[in-house]
């Protein structure tokens, strides 16, 4: 009998897991937070730099690149792995698991844009019967967001050194959960953008800087939201073929 993931549940733990590792966390976030704090402040000198394909404003680009990379697997290790194994592993680190995680995600990204084509097309077709451009674009983000959530076990298990459990093994152990995977992986970062967007703006810089905190928490949590997912569905998975 097919196992089926609560939605309350996952977000619940993730909110206290995340919490509760907020010192590892705060650890592995701090070089992408230098990059992002960095490029904030030469925001022009970055655009002069690009614009001009200057390599100084590409070395920025690759640190931002290599440092999200380096945070985003080490918190899925931080949340799936023992505090003894997590140990083993650098904090800072770009080993094979981290190419794993690149290269699994780009897959996922290109299948999902092949598969996510033919709806992109149909919406052009709305669009010239007069059907509003904002729900034709909402039409056409669903698909790529579902293909892509459906995929995203497997950067987990890319993250923790996982052999075999790839696109077509994360596609199959999410069959049975399809949409509630979706909305946790998918539809929650969209959510959740759309609602800091309607927060109101202030001129202070303590709000700005508050801001950027609660984003980067959410994206953390949105992390962990993955990896519990993977956790519970793995399991699942590996039980059903045992």
Sequence with gaps: MSHTISIPNILVAAL????????????????????????????????????????????????FFICSIMAITGLHRTFLLPARQVKRYSLYRFGFEEFRYV????????????FSIPFIMMTTFLESMGIPEKLTDTLATIPFVYFLSRFSLSFPAA?????????????????????SVTFLIGFIPIITSFLLDLLPDFDSLIY??????????IIVMEICIISLT?????????????
């Design 159 to 179: 993250s923790i050194g996982k052999q075999g459990l790839g696109l077509r093994w994360s596609w199959k152990a999410t069959q049975h959960n399809a949409w």
């Design 16 to 63: 206290l897991l995340s919490i509760s590792k907020i010192k590892r966390v705060a650890l592995l976030g701090l070089p992408l937070l230098i990059v992002i704090l960095y490029t904030c402040w030469n925001q022009e000198w970055l655009a002069k730099q690009l614009d001009d394909f200057d390599a100084s404003g590409f070395i920025v680009l690759l640190a």
């Design 230 to 242: 993977y956790n519970e569905l793995s399991a699942e998975s590996m039980n059903l073929e045992n």
């Design 103 to 114: 290269a699994n995600y780009l897959k996922a990204s290109l299948v999902a844009i092949l």
């Design 208 to 217: 700005t800087y508050s801001m950027w905190i609660l984003s980067l928490f």
